[in-house]
């Protein structure tokens, strides 16, 4: 049987804390009931394990805290087969954290606390550059700092590695990141804030593409 792609995710860790209810409270209100659950999240995470899934080779680096979530993610993420030996432990942060209200409707609230991600640094990723410029493709996000992702990104395409970054949670982003980008894959608000136009149709769509482009991307 053919192995899948090497892939390499730069990115966060969390662990998810998430109550279904009828309805999202108001500011103020207690609304009582509902499920509870704890799943791993964050997007490098779950970039990780979707990859796995579909039969890929994945390594996740990542920044935990030295704490029972962080203890807990790692454990997950080998029973999905992502290798976790570039995942990093930090004693003064804790691993991120998200608390999620979602309602019968799939409407949601989030806040994050993320903790060990925006403590990772671009000395810390060298420790995985070995492995980022023997992969096949190499998947970033915004969830740790913009300047780890640019040190990535950069060691990434300079060792002729695909590289694909979602830009989420939206942020400006310079031409010296964008330039070692080979494919950006924002949603519908993302290409707004990215490009400056307003989204609405397939139309509105390629004018925000072709501003990205223009851009740098």
């Known amino acids: 049987m053919a192995k899948g792609p090497r892939i390499v995710v730069v990115g966060s860790s969390n662990t998810d804390m998430?109550?279904?209810?009828?309805?999202?409270?108001?500011?103020?209100?207690?609304?009582t009931g509902g499920t509870f659950f704890m799943p791993p999240g964050g997007k490098g995470a779950n970039q990780a394990v979707a990859a796995a899934r579909l039969g890929a080779e994945v390594t996740l680096v990542a920044k935990l805290g030295q704490?029972?979530?962080?203890?807990?993610?790692?454990?997950?993420?080998?029973?999905?087969?992502?290798l976790v030996d570039h995942i990093l432990r930090d004693p003064e942060h804790h691993t991120g954290v998200a608390l999620i209200i979602v309602d019968e409707q799939g409407e949601n609230l989030i806040a994050v606390a993320p903790g060990a991600n925006f403590a990772i640094r671009p000395e810390e990723v060298q420790g995985a550059a070995e492995r980022i410029r023997s992969a096949d493709v190499v998947l970033l996000q915004l969830e740790i700092p913009i300047e780890t992702v640019a040190f990535t990104a950069r060691l990434a395409a300079e060792a002729g590695v695909t590289v694909v970054l979602d830009p989420a949670p939206a942020a400006p982003l310079e031409g010296a990141?964008?330039?070692?980008?080979?494919?950006?894959?924002?949603?519908?608000?993302?290409?707004?804030?990215?490009?400056?136009?307003?989204?609405a149709d397939e139309g509105s769509a390629r004018k925000a593409a072709e501003a990205l482009l223009a851009a740098g991307a």
Do not use: C, W
């Open 18 to 31: 998430v109550v279904k209810t009828q309805r999202i409270p108001a500011p103020g209100e207690t609304v």
């Open 67 to 82: 704490d029972m979530f962080g203890d807990e993610a790692i454990e997950g993420y080998r029973r999905e087969g992502v």
């Open 177 to 199: 990141l964008l330039e070692h980008v080979h494919y950006l894959t924002p949603n519908e608000s993302e290409a707004e804030r990215l490009s400056g136009v307003r989204v």
